[in-house]
């Protein structure tokens, strides 16, 4: 298993601000993702979040507006950029660990603009 | 474009009772995935699902797969309050680990 750390667990941010989530590992894993869902909705990926080059982005989510790092292999951050209220949402990284097929989900930052 | 349906999204039953959430996805794809989210919790992995008819169990819990129909269930026998929440199943999409995601099914389960 794998024990994921995000911070801030919340915030309430203003509209054209920024907010960067942190998203910490207690072990080196390879695969990390961002995701988001929105209130009462399902999750979608944002990107795939690779040690060392760019994130992976889906379709949607452009690396201006959220801009990933990956500077090793138990860390990650995600920056909302320029908010808007439609970005309101619960932010969550998860994780594979290498040694299995289980993904693991952080506990979450829920971000609210306003 | 590969896509997830759960169905029901919402489910009310009483304590005792059985009943089964269905998770059908369109293209094949190589592991299934069923989560539990309490309200304003993160997500708690349940089973991975590998291959066809694959059966999991944990508790009042059983989650089986038919690769060839796509189709994953979660079935629940004599349910408790504890198990109230919302489930969802997820498919691994294109890439490795990369996961497309049901509706959820909002189960509410009465005393």
């Known amino acids: 298993s794998a024990v994921i750390s995000q911070k801030p667990s919340r915030d309430i941010c203003q509209r054209g601000t920024s907010l960067t989530i942190q998203c910490q590992v207690d072990s080196q894993v390879t695969m990390m993702f961002w995701y988001r869902q929105q209130p009462g909705q399902s999750l979608t990926l944002i990107a795939t979040a690779n040690q060392g080059s760019e994130a992976t982005y889906e379709s949607g989510f452009v690396i201006d507006k959220f801009p990933i790092s990956r500077p090793n292999l138990t860390f990650s951050t995600l920056t909302v950029s320029n908010m808007s209220p439609e970005d309101s949402s619960i932010y969550l990284c998860s994780v594979v660990p290498d040694t299995t097929y289980e993904q693991y989900f952080g506990p979450g930052t829920r971000l609210t603009v306003t | 474009e590969l896509k997830v349906e759960q169905n029901p999204l919402f489910l009310s039953m009483q304590e005792g009772k059985n009943y089964t959430i269905y998770c059908n996805y369109s293209?094949?794809?190589?592991?299934l995935y069923w989560y539990r989210q309490d309200p304003g919790k993160s997500l708690e992995s349940l089973f991975v699902l590998l291959s066809n008819g694959a059966v999991k169990q944990e508790g009042r819990l059983m989650a089986s797969l038919d690769t060839k129909a796509r189709l994953s269930t979660l079935h629940i026998t004599a349910a408790v309050h504890d198990l109230s929440a919302t489930y969802f199943c997820?498919?691994?999409?294109?890439?490795?680990?990369?996961?497309?995601w049901g509706a959820g099914t909002k189960l509410i389960i009465k005393p």
């Open positions: 997820a498919v691994e999409g294109d890439s490795n680990y990369q996961l497309i």
């Open positions: 293209t094949t794809s190589d592991r």
